[in-house]
Each structure stands twice: as structure tokens, then as C-alpha cells.
């Protein structure tokens, strides 16, 4: 027979990595200066890294994000309303939200910053920007769209929320690796957007919900 049991939208393998981030990386950005974790990252660097962080950072575009929350509905579970309600909250008010701060506190990019400094490592084929530089919005798309999966993910393949965390963490990581954000830019961002689809989730879930299961007697 058909019955229904709890779910809740709790995913430690992504949420504890994330707690994790968001203390430590909470206290390196109040222990060092600006351009000090910006030069670590971005100073490090071999030619296979420069192509495999210019492929990961567009991860966190909507361009990749929106096609694949339209193909999850492929799932009969989520051809409704409430998941199209929740992915729209917590994936595109992520991106309209961070770009509307971006432009509201218009802060300068490494570039412009450090006004063009040679130490600076920038490959030929990697776009250059100079302004909005606060907070990354690649970084909170990545975040809010992978902390979304994870969240929706069944109790079985819930380990997989390790998998999305690293992947959301490359993309903060490859901004600073391409000379675009300061780690300020990136923590926040990644803030912004697990925030907002663990709120979006809690909400239009309120905060778990019914599933049907098979359950024989």
C-alpha cells in the first residue's frame, strides 16, 4: 500500500561544510587585510588550474543554473507549483538581490583596486572587470543553486550534498583565482545565497514535507 512519511529538507553533508566555511572564513576575513587573501589564491596558479577554474566559475551563472532547475522537473515530484515557487525565490532572487547591492555599494574590483598591478595573475582569455565588485554574484548563485539541491535531495542520496558544497566552494574560489572579487565579495556572497534557499526552503516547505513511499504491510 501507498503511504507517506516525513521528510525533512535537512542535509547535514551540506550544511555542516558549510557552517564549517562560514566560521572559519568569518574569522580569516577579520584577521586579514584585503588584498591578502586575494593574493594567495590568485598568486597560485599553473596553467591546468587556470583552465579548470575559467570552466568551474560558470557554475555559478545563471545561464548553467536555470536549464538544469527546469530539467529537474523531468522528476513528477517536483512538476508543481511549490518547487517552481521555491527554485524562482531562492535561485533568481539570489542573482536579482546581489546584483542589486552590487550596484547600490559599487565597490572596485582587484583590478581596479590594485590598479592594474603586473603581480597580478590574469590569463589573456579571462574577462576583466573593474566595478561592482560587492558581493560575488557567482558565488552566491553557486551557493544558493547547490545548497537548493541539496536540500531537496532524498534521504538516500543525500551525501551527494558534500559533492554540491565543493563545487559551490570552487566557484567562490575561482573568483578570486580570475582576479574578479576579494574574499570579502566571496564569503558574503556564499552567505547570501544559503540563506536565502534554506529561508525560500523552510517557508514554501514549512519546513519538511509528505512524500509518498512504498511501504509493503
Known amino acids: 500500500m501507498i503511504q507517506t512519511k516525513t521528510y525533512t529538507s535537512y542535509n547535514p553533508f551540506f550544511l555542516w ?3 564549517i566555511w562560514f566560521f572559519a572564513g568569518g574569522i580569516l576575513l577579520l584577521f586579514t587585510d584585503k588584498g591578502t587573501v586575494f593574493r594567495w589564491v590568485n598568486n597560485f596558479y ?3 588550474s587556470d583552465m579548470f577554474f575559467e570552466t568551474v566559475t560558470y557554475f555559478g551563472e545563471g545561464t548553467i543554473i536555470i536549464p538544469v532547475l527546469i530539467l529537474i522537473m523531468i522528476f513528477p515530484q517536483f512538476r508543481n ?3 517552481i515557487i521555491a527554485a524562482i525565490i531562492a535561485n533568481v532572487g539570489t542573482l536579482i538581490i546581489s546584483q542589486a547591492i552590487k550596484s547600490i555599494v559599487n565597490a572596485p574590483r582587484p583590478l581596479n583596486y590594485f590598479q592594474d598591478a603586473p603581480w597580478i ?5 579571462w574577462e576583466k572587470h573593474y566595478h561592482r565588485s560587492f558581493p560575488s554574484g557567482h558565488t552566491a548563485g553557486a551557493f544558493a ?4 539541491l541539496s ?4 534521504e538516500k542520496y543525500r551525501a551527494w550534498g558534500f559533492v ?3 563545487t559551490a566552494f570552487l566557484v567562490g574560489y575561482s573568483r578570486l583565482y580570475l582576479a574578479v572579487h576579494f574574499f570579502a ?3 558574503v556572497g556564499s552567505v547570501l545565497g544559503v540563506a536565502l534557499s534554506m529561508v525560500t526552503i523552510g517557508l514554501v516547505y514549512k519546513p519538511s514535507f509528505r512524500y509518498p513511499t512504498l511501504i509493503k504491510n
Open 17 to 19: 561544510p558549510f557552517l
Open 46 to 48: 599553473t596553467d591546468m
Open 81 to 83: 507549483w511549490r518547487y
Open 121 to 125: 595573475h590574469i590569463a589573456d582569455t
Open 145 to 148: 543553486f547547490f545548497c537548493f
Open 151 to 154: 536540500l531537496l535531495l532524498g
Open 164 to 166: 554540491f558544497f565543493i
Open 185 to 187: 565579495d566571496v564569503y
